[in-house]
């Protein structure tokens, strides 16, 4: 028996897709202002932005409190984020014992009486100068809408003889995180 074969080699075709794409991390960065409209970085404490207070806290007698604004939004570029207050340890000779203190957010960049009483609690009033906020506040992007932060220290009226002529420096931390 004799057979007759034939080989074949079968062609297939083929064809392929790809896909790519470049990643590049964003970036987070917040920038303050004490005026509410030029905002520039105060990143370290020594870099730290110096508030106007109203009174200047160098004449303060019972009864007084002083207000000050400080602004903080997110540069361009950054991606939105949180920020949380935070006190540090006051410095002087010893008036922050008889200092109290809180803070708002406010819809303006107008700080004062008015406008405080008006606000949003972030610390509350009568606090100790080394209480923090309570809740974190959002930034939006690229910095198209900052948070006002109005400031409001008191010398209570009950402040002893003994505060007189002491002294006090604060420096207040704002902690951005990324969102």
């Known amino acids: 028996m004799l057979g007759i ?10 064809d392929s897709e790809y896909g790519t794409a470049n990643f590049t991390a964003g970036r987070f960065d917040i920038v303050g202002a004490v005026d509410g409209a030029t905002f520039s970085s105060h990143a370290t404490t020594g870099a730290a932005a110096t508030l106007n207070f109203q009174l200047a806290p160098t004449a303060m007698a019972p009864g007084n409190s002083t207000y000050a604004l400080f602004s903080v939004k997110t540069a361009n570029p950054s991606v939105a984020g949180t920020l949380q207050l935070s006190a540090g ?6 008036l922050a014992a008889y200092l109290t203190y809180g803070v708002r957010t406010i819809a303006g960049t107008t700080c004062n009486a008015t406008t405080y009483a008006a606000g949003t609690a972030v610390v509350a009033d009568g606090s100790a100068l080394t209480a923090g906020g309570s809740a974190t506040q959002v930034v939006t992007a690229n910095g198209s809408a900052q948070v006002n932060y109005c400031f409001a220290v008191t010398l209570p009226l ?7 002529g002491l002294t006090m420096t604060q420096t207040w931390q704002f902690l951005g995180t990324s969102s």
Do not use: V
């Open 5 to 14: 074969g034939a080989a074949a080699t079968l062609a297939a075709w083929n």
């Open 89 to 94: 340890t006051p410095g002087g000779t010893g």
């Open 158 to 164: 009950t402040a002893a003889n003994a505060a007189q």
